[in-house]
């Protein structure tokens, strides 16, 4: 598959959009008019920069509200494009992307539209240009992508083909199985994007809040398997305009939406493979249809077994080492060769790391994951342009496959065991005798904060690296905003990531405001809140109005109320099962939870946290 990109899709000048598209790894670029026209840069100048940087210049858009006009507007309109025709030509350049008329169409007449779009056409012959009509979601007469084809088949000109952009036929909600009957010759161009559902209106959230595939909730792999099927061969190009791209860094963006198009090349053979009709249609029965496009896959992995361990690195331990001891942890030694401890409980395991963290607040900073094959799993996750994460081994240690989160996040792939063992534990605590910890517990639940600009490129690491699921973002209540809250987990809940995107003032406030934290299940919380209070624990105080409402919502046995309120534990019901929950202090920008799930309780306490952020805040800013 050809991969493009637009300019709009990034910041920064266009000289520096190119060189990031280059280093990402990008066939070819389409080149936004405004991105030229404020280049100090010659179009013979940007035609050498792409030669040398090794892109091809695949699209020059938009061109907009030519057709259903009036006569004279129309004889201007082919001036102008008579000049875009000259301007390509210097670029070396043969498509331009002709979108339906939203702002000076007066004539509601596809007979008026096919001639007018056919002199274009033929202006554009004669400067060997193709022209790419696209149907705009909000066109002012033409909206839909079918008629726009109509249109082309009216006209029917070699150089007058269509563009079919995802965005536009999918946030109208049009089926996308007729793009199989369009001829492919006819499909000048692809433009895809994704988005959140919304409720909006299209202009607004086509402008804003586009982003790249894997980031939203459209169904682009059935999008781009239809148009694999009807035979189309030319370049797979994002086009998404976003406020938060078009303010991040230049590189870092361009290899983020790289990564989206390697995605959605493995989704989209994997739709085909599944909804193939001819799955045994040639030789043998495990044969499947060849397209024109041939679409790359990538090393398949299953999704992680669970959480092997979570690492907090700091300076001074000694509060992390004391806030453990309370909840219930073993000290299970130091490692023979690096400066690290390790914690557990059951089968969680906590490392605290004092390497290279002169100076820092406890901050999570690794996280381990169970996985089938750690090296190829790694290999898949580089190939999704994944940074690799190196750590120094001696002979003898485990050496695991590592690589970097967008939020600089260490995620480690280890070797999974069927009896939940790891064997990188015996680097500790020699001669050391090992703690018995009667209590069972495994990491339930990390929840991560995100930085603002990394927020869906996150979404989408997870999504392609780890195999994780999204599933429908929350916004909860807190004193400073609304928090986003995105869930990634796996099919049977055994690996639980939740992404919290923090409001604008907390993300300009100081590090401590960026709270994190590491949650544990057990089998009995009351018991385990109880012990954790013996050892001198200091937990979140929840305030009284809360267990008020908490009664006169659930009508609780005042006995277990009581005990709720004694222990400043948390508590949700559903359908399915029950929730308690207690939190602990913060300690640097960390803090931990304890939990227990009743019955099949798939949540996480959601109607409690807006408690949990206004007595956090609480706490922060108490004078």
């Known amino acids: 598959m050809r991969t493009g990109i637009a300019t709009v899709c990034l910041s920064g000048t266009l000289k520096e959009k190119m060189q990031a598209c280059a280093i990402a790894g990008f066939d070819g670029i389409e080149i936004f008019e405004q991105d030229l026209v404020t280049s100090p840069h010659s179009p013979e100048d940007v035609r050498k ?50 979108c339906s008329n939203v702002a000076t169409a007066t004539i509601d007449d596809d007979e008026l539209r096919a001639s007018q779009l056919a002199e274009l056409a033929g202006l554009a012959g004669d400067h060997g240009v193709k022209v790419a009509y696209e149907a705009l979601a909000w066109g002012k007469y033409v909206n839909d992508y079918e008629h726009a084809y109509r249109l082309v088949e009216m006209v029917d000109h ?27 010759e006819k499909i000048f161009f692809v433009q ?8 909006m209106d299209v202009l607004s959230w086509s402008r804003h809040y586009r982003v790249f595939p894997g980031e939203g909730q459209f169904e682009l792999a059935k999008f781009m398997g239809h148009v694999v099927r009807a035979g189309y061969t030319g370049p797979v190009s994002l086009e998404v305009f976003n406020d938060v791209f078009r303010q991040s860094d230049t590189e870092r963006t361009a290899v983020d939406a790289m990564r989206s198009l390697i995605w959605l090349e493995e989704q989209s053979a994997k739709w085909l493979a599944s909804t ?55 000290f299970e030694g130091r490692h023979r060769t690096k400066d690290v401890q390790l914690w557990t409980m059951g089968q969680a395991r906590v490392i605290i790391n004092e390497q290279a963290a002169s100076h ?55 070797q999974g065991s069927p009896d939940g063992t790891a064997a990188w534990t015996h680097e500790f605590g020699e001669g050391l005798e090992r703690s018995a910890a009667p209590q069972n517990a495994v990491i339930d639940h990390v929840n991560l904060a995100q930085p603002w600009q990394h927020f869906d490129e996150a979404v989408l690491f997870y999504t392609s690296a780890l195999a994780l699921e999204p599933q429908p973002f929350a916004e909860v209540p807190s004193p400073s905003g609304l928090v986003r809250s995105q869930v990634m987990e796996t099919s049977n809940g055994a690996v639980r990531l939740v992404l ?50 908490l009664d006169a919502r659930f009508d609780l046995e005042p006995g277990f109320l009581a005990t709720l309120k004694e222990l400043n534990l948390l508590y949700d019901r559903d359908a399915n099962g029950e929730f308690l929950h207690f939190y602990t202090a913060t300690v640097g920008s960390v803090f931990f939870e304890m939990v227990e799930r009743r019955g099949n309780y798939d949540g996480y306490g959601a109607p409690n946290a807006p408690v949990r952020h206004a007595v956090q805040y609480d706490s922060l800013h108490r004078v």
């Open 49 to 98: 920069m792409a030669a040398d940087l090794g892109l091809g210049l695949d699209l020059y858009q938009p061109f907009r509200d030519f057709d259903g006009v009036t006569p004279d507007l129309l004889k201007a309109n082919l001036r102008r494009a008579d000049a875009k025709f000259k301007l390509m030509s210097r670029l070396g350049m043969d498509t331009i992307l002709v």
């Open 158 to 184: 070699p150089n007058l083909g269509t563009c079919l952009d995802s965005f536009h036929i999918l946030s109208r909600d049009w089926d996308t199985a007729p793009i199989e009957d369009i001829n492919a």
């Open 192 to 199: 895809v994007a994704d988005a959140p559902k919304l409720s």
């Open 276 to 330: 193939s009709t001819d799955a045994a249609a040639g030789n043998g029965s495990g044969s499947r249809r060849r397209y024109p496009m041939e679409l790359a896959t990538l090393p398949k992995v299953n999704e992680p077994a669970g959480f092997n361990f979570a690492e907090v690195k700091a300076d001074d331990t000694a509060q992390l080492e004391k806030l453990l001891g309370q909840l219930g942890f073993g």
């Open 360 to 414: 820092s607040e406890p901050a999570i900073a690794a996280l381990g994951f169970d996985v089938d094959s750690p090296v190829i799993a790694s290999a898949r996750a580089q190939q999704l342009k994944a940074p690799v994460v190196a750590r120094k081994v001696q002979a003898d240690e485990e050496v695991f496959q590592g690589i970097s989160a967008p939020d600089s996040t260490e995620i480690f792939l280890c």
């Open 500 to 549: 919290n995107l923090a409001p604008a003032q907390q993300a300009q406030a100081a590090r401590k405001t960026y709270q994190e934290h590491i949650a544990f299940a057990v089998d009995d919380l009351v018991a385990t809140a109880r012990d954790a209070r013996d050892r001198g624990l200091e937990f979140l105080q929840i305030p009284a109005n809360y267990y008020e409402d």
